[in-house]
Structure formats: C-alpha cells, structure tokens
C-alpha cells in the first residue's frame, strides 16, 4: 500500500493533466478518468474535469489504492510528462527559428475535443488539429478564438423529421479550461470600443500539450446585459452580432495577448473572421507615429492569411453603415476617415461601395496567403484577381497549402491499439514520413486477416455504438422498442459513411435523387449495403433543412429502414465513430465548393476507403488505387440541375459496378483481397500526406518562418 502522500501527489498530477487535452489524443489516458466513473465519462461527454469534480477526493485515493490501476495511471502520467518534458527541435523550418519566435493563430472556431463546444465543423475542427500537431511538432503556436458559452447547438430530431436545436450552457468550471488572471489574481479584463459602448472580456486558458488557446469571453459583471451574452452563440447571430463578435476576436485578442505581455512574430489569420487584427496592429503602429504606408507595411510583415471557401456567400460582407457605427470612434482613434477604413475591405475597382469584405481586409493586409487545397488555390486566385490590379489570375499572390488531419486524434481506440501493438510507439513518431507507411502498409507487416480483422471490429463497434444511440434518439426511422433495435444495421454489410455539416452544396441526398435505382442498390440481399448519416444544418439555412428531411424521411421507407440511417447531433465524439466504422466515406461536393474537406482524410487510419467526387483534398490525393472517384476532373458548362442528375448517375455507377462487388469478392478464407489492397494503397499515400504533421511543416516553411 502506498502512502496516502504519495497517492496525493499522483492525484495532484492527474489534475494537472485533466487540464491538458494532450489527453485528446491518448486513449491510454482517457481510459483511466474514465474508470473513475464510467457513468460520469459518458454523461459529461468524456470530460475528465467533471469526472473529477463529481467524485470525492478520498473515493479518488481510494481507487488509487488498487495497484494494478494506479500502476496504470502513473504509466501515463510519466508519458505526458515525458512529452511536456521533451522540446523538439529543428522540425524543418526553412530557417532557423529565434528563440522569439512566436506565432498566434486567431481562429472563430476551434474544435479540439467534444467536451467543448466551440466549434461548427471543419474550419474548427482543422483549428483544433493544427493546435496538437504545432504541439506535437514543438512549434510556438498560440491559439486565440472566442468562449462560445452556448456552444454552436445541440441537434434532435422531432417526429415530424425536423431539426430542433438546444443551446445548454457549459460550466467553465466543469470543463478543462482556466480562466486567466492578473498579478493580483482577479480575472484579467481587456476591453474593445464598439459603437459608443465600452465591451469588456475576459480570457480563459485551454492547454493543448505543449500549447494553448485563449478564449474570449464578453460574460462579466462589468458588461451591460445585451453584451454579456455577446461571445454566447457560434455564428448564431445576425451581422450586427457577427461584427461585434469579429471585433472582440481580432481587436480584442490582439489586445488580451498584449495584456499577457505577449509578442507574437507572426499573426495567423484562419479565415476572415479574425481579419480585424490587422487594424490593431495598424492602430499600433498609426499611434507610434508611423506614416500610414509605412505603418500598413509594418502590419503585413507580421501576418499571414488562409482563405478557406470558395462559396462566395461564405466570405463576411458587412454593410458600410454597419462598419460606421461600430467602427467609427476606432477609425478617429486611428486618425483615418470610416471612407478609408472601409477601403481596406474593398477591391481597388470597388471604391465606394457600400460592402466591406472580411477576406479582403485579410489578403490587403498580410505578407502571404492561401487557399487550402490545390484546387482551391486556383479558385482563389480567380476569386480575387479584382484585388490585384494588373496581374493574371496564375499571378495573384495567394498559395496553397493542403489541410489534413491530426491522425492519433482521428484513430480509434481500437486502430490505435492495433498500430501500438504493430510498431509500439513508433507510429506516432512517423505520421508525415511516407517511407515508414509504405513499409507498415505491407503485407508482412500487418496481414490481409489482421486488417480485415480490425475492420470488423470497428463496424461492429460503431453499430453497437448507433444501437445504444437509437435507445435515446427519438425519431430512429420509426424504431422503438429494444427488439427492433436489433434489427438496425448489420455486422457485416457494407457500411458506408456520410456525415458533415449539412450545407446545400455538399448535397447529402444525393444518392437518393433516382428513387428506383437507389431501391434496386439497398434491396439486394446478396450484397446488402447500409448508409449512416450524420450532421447538422445551419439554424438559418432553411435548404440544409429540407436537404435533412429528406434524408430522414428514407430512413422510414422500405427499403431503407434499418439500412439507412441518421444519427443526432453531429460531434466530434460521433465523427470518431463513423471515420473508423465505416468501409467507404462518401463526399458528393458540388464542383469546386469543396476547398479541402477533411472528414475523408480521417478514414485512412482506420483501414475505411474514401468515395468522393475530385474536389478538394481528393482532386489531387486520388490516383486511382487509393479509393474511389465519382467522375473524372471535366470542369463542368451545364446548368446545376444536369451536373446533379449526372454525378448522381455516376454515383450509382461506381457502387455497383466497383465498391459493391469488390467488397464482395471473397476468396476461400472469407477475405476481400482486392478491398485490401486497396486500403494498403490508401494507408500509403493518405495517412503520410494528408495530415496536420505535413500542414503545419509547410505553414512553417513557406509562410511563418520562410527562408527570405
Ligand atoms: C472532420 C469534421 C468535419 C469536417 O468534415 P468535412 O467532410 O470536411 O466537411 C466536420 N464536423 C466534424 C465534427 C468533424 O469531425
């Protein structure tokens, strides 16, 4: 027995890491706050910091006592400290880094774990990737994104199909975050002009291993009470709240690093929602006495700038009026007229227009920028050729640096114990090298049985997973009763994976869009085929709704009941299920909407295959052995409706004539060697490349730290 000290000092240090979401990425660590209190975990959707508020400290010793377990525990607490420990050092910047280097990456949104609702989808979840791999790389990055105490939403569905949204709030003090304070202890309180108003925040802290983000948050005393809730709702608000939001995260997070004492070298704006810094730093250098030239080219020497959509909708456009009233005092301040404030968001040809455009304030004023996929880069530089007067579409100065995934967060339980079990640890060390997935990709590395093995097992567990699920969701395709359940999706079929946000051009129903020829694919009792859907649509986005209605109302007909089905609420906790139980991922994107995508670069660890029209990410991953196109890369010159009706006829195409029978072809053993191979060709070439490993080494060699 150990001394009740020693269990105390254990114990102090399990809270230390229950503030770091290094455990996000370590199931080995989940797994013991989790047998804390299994019912706990779960309720408080796997959150270690509520598990250990919820029990009592002598419970806590008391566990600890039992050696097999407390061996376990201080196992993992010397693998993090290890890891925090460890610096590592020359992760291949074109130049060497200045002990001063520092790089803040200002995003709206960042997903890092489901326990903190801060995110909508991608864009977040990439944030919160870039984090741990900065982290796992040791890179200086510092994250800065806004307290959304609301969250996005939480989804149900109803018994008519539709969408109902609830906003619970979270408990700062039941989540693993910190709330940042002064030298005499009380909460460090910044504060932004907006209108007339004086809008004051404060900071909380989240450590992402060897990083952090600080997020803004405008609930205090000191507000009035329409601006206390003004940091409430991710993008839930109009565009007078979105503006004021904006304000907060850009001029306000540069001021809270300020406050901090915090010198940043690089300013990294992802996505124009953050695009408000660049006027900080322009007030910084106006106030110095810069001249304004002088002072613009101060600002664009500190920043960076990623665009991330091609939907022209999707870039922020404020209203010259809006912008006047918000911003009018800060442009006094800054000694400039709201006229030329307002020209900073404007295309040079736009002069006098009455809109301000978030990505054009971002690319005018930033050193280098990029689109997120190859593709995307080209659809940029067209985008935004009105910016740069005088160049050619090839000319504009606007990049492209791929996005991808952190891959140890996206393997499952399972994936990551068989890859544990295959290579220890070294895996993890090898994530951006394509040799080292060549060599493991091998069949004496790791057999046609073991992979198909580990296939199986993570299909069953995804649907033991959905079958729990549908006990608490209400509308299951009309499924009630604990028989019924059973008869919900099988073992063994051919499980196919759809879930992300529900925007229109992603075009969820599209393999429903010819009722017969669908029928025929999932009435086939020889190769039965199933289909999971998850996701939400935007509060306002009434399309996206009808697009889920109708997804959901397949899920009641014959015969797709019980083959087709929707999954509540969207999160990142449901998208680890799916990325690893499903054999194929589907993407059907209209052409080119799509600027990377990422949910399909999740799959590859997990052994799944990725199914997708060539947009994105898979326009230049596919190279034919890897998974599977709908359709080649023709640019298209016919009207929307015909390219739907056409990629939908595509669709039907590849299933039945390539994914449905390989998946199907066995030999003697039971196996599907072709399917295999083909997931050894997709490990080779998609878990090495399109990863946040690989990303953020280019962020760092062409942009943050370039060799100029
Ligand atoms: C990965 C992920 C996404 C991104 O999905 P795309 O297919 O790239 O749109 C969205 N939401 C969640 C919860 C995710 O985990």
Not at 368 to 385: D, F, I, P, Q, Y
Request: with cysteine.
């Amino acid at each position: 027995m150990k001394s009740e000290h020693d269990l105390s000092n254990i114990l102090k240090r399990l809270d230390t890491l229950a503030y770091n979401l290094w455990w996000s990425w370590n199931p080995r660590a989940q797994a013991i706050f989790e047998e804390f209190s299994p019912l706990i975990w779960e309720a408080a959707n796997h959150n270690p910091v509520a598990v250990r508020r919820q029990i009592s400290e002598s419970e806590l010793l008391a566990r600890l006592g039992d050696k097999e377990f407390r061996q376990r525990a201080v196992g993992v607490l010397h693998e993090f400290e290890e890891y925090m420990r460890h610096k590592p050092s020359g992760v291949g910047e074109a130049r060497q880094r200045k002990k001063t280097d520092l790089i803040a990456y200002f995003c709206a949104e960042f997903g890092i774990h489901e326990c903190l609702p801060f995110y909508s989808g991608g864009l977040g979840v990439l944030a919160g990737d870039h984090m741990k791999s900065a982290s796992d790389l040791g890179l200086p990055v510092i994250g800065v994104g806004l307290f959304y105490r609301q969250g996005y939403f939480q989804q149900s569905i109803d018994s008519t199909g539709s969408q109902q949204e609830r906003y619970p709030t979270t408990d700062p003090s039941m989540v693993p975050v910190e709330l940042v304070k002064d030298a005499r202890g009380k909460s460090l309180l910044c504060s932004v002009t907006i209108g007339t108003s004086v809008v004051h925040f404060q900071g909380w802290k989240i450590n992402v291993g060897r990083c952090c983000i600080y997020f803004l948050d405008t609930d205090v005393p000191e507000n009035a009470e329409h601006f206390r809730g003004l940091t409430g709702l991710a993008y839930g608000g109009d565009m007078n709240t979105r503006i004021r939001q904006e304000i907060v995260l850009g001029i306000g997070g540069v001021r809270f690093l300020r406050a901090l004492g915090i010198t940043p070298t690089v300013f990294h704006m992802n996505e124009g929602h953050a695009a408000f810094l660049t006027l900080e730093l322009l007030r910084e250098q106006l106030q110095r006495g810069v001249p304004k030239e002088k002072a613009e080219d101060e600002v664009r020497k500190q920043c960076v700038f990623t665009t991330h959509t091609p939907v022209p909708a999707g870039h922020d456009r404020f209203h010259a009026d809006l912008i006047e009233f918000t911003l009018r005092s800060y442009a006094d301040w800054m000694k400039i007229t709201v006229g030329q404030l307002m020209e900073y968001g404007q295309a040079p040809k736009a002069k006098g227009s009455t809109e301000f455009t978030m990505t054009i304030l971002g690319l005018k004023l930033s050193r280098a920028a990029n689109g997120v996929s190859e593709k995307h880069g080209e659809v940029s530089r067209l985008m935004w050729t009105d910016l740069y007067p005088g160049l050619s579409p090839a000319k504009v100065p606007i990049g492209y640096i791929t996005n991808g995934v952190h891959v140890t967060s996206w393997a499952a339980t399972r994936s990551w114990e068989f890859w544990e079990r295959h290579n220890s640890h070294r895996w993890k060390e090898h994530l951006n090298d394509p040799k080292f997935w060549k060599h493991v990709a091998d069949a004496e590395i790791v057999s046609d049985d073991e992979l198909w093995a580990l296939r199986y097992e993570l299909r069953r567990a995804l649907i033991e997973f959905i079958r729990t699920r549908a006990r608490s969701q209400h509308a299951f395709g009309g499924v009630t009763g604990e028989d019924a359940l059973y008869h919900l999706l099988s073992f063994d079929a051919l499980t196919i994976g759809y879930a992300r946000r529900f925007a229109p051009y992603k075009r969820a129903p599209l393999i429903f869009s010819d009722l017969a020829k669908a029928q025929l694919l999932f009435d086939d009792p020889q190769r039965p085929i199933q289909i999971i859907y998850a996701g939400k649509a935007h509060p306002r986005d009434n399309e996206g709704k009808d697009f889920l209605r109708q997804v959901i109302g397949m899920t009641h007909q014959h015969p797709f009941f019980g083959k087709v089905i929707f999954l509540e609420n969207y999160d990142m906790n449901v998208a680890k299920y799916l990325v690893s139980g499903c054999d194929v991922w589907l993407n059907t994107p209209r052409r080119p909407l799509e600027a990377s995508g990422t949910s399909g670069q999740k799959v590859a660890i997990n052994g799944g295959l990725h199914l997708s029209i060539l947009d994105g990410w898979w326009n230049e991953a596919y190279n034919g052995k890897n998974g599977w196109s709908i359709g080649g890369k023709i640019e298209d010159n016919i009207s929307p409706e015909e390219v739907d009706r056409r990629d939908a006829e595509l669709l039907y195409t590849v299933l039945s004539n390539e994914v449905i029978p390989m998946f199907y072809e066995r030999d003697k053993s039971g196996i599907p060697r072709k399917w295999i191979t083909r997931i050894r060709h997709a490990m080779r070439t998609i878990i090495p490349t399109y990863n946040t490993h690989r990303m953020v080494l280019e962020y760092s060699k062409k942009y943050y730290f370039p060799s100029k």
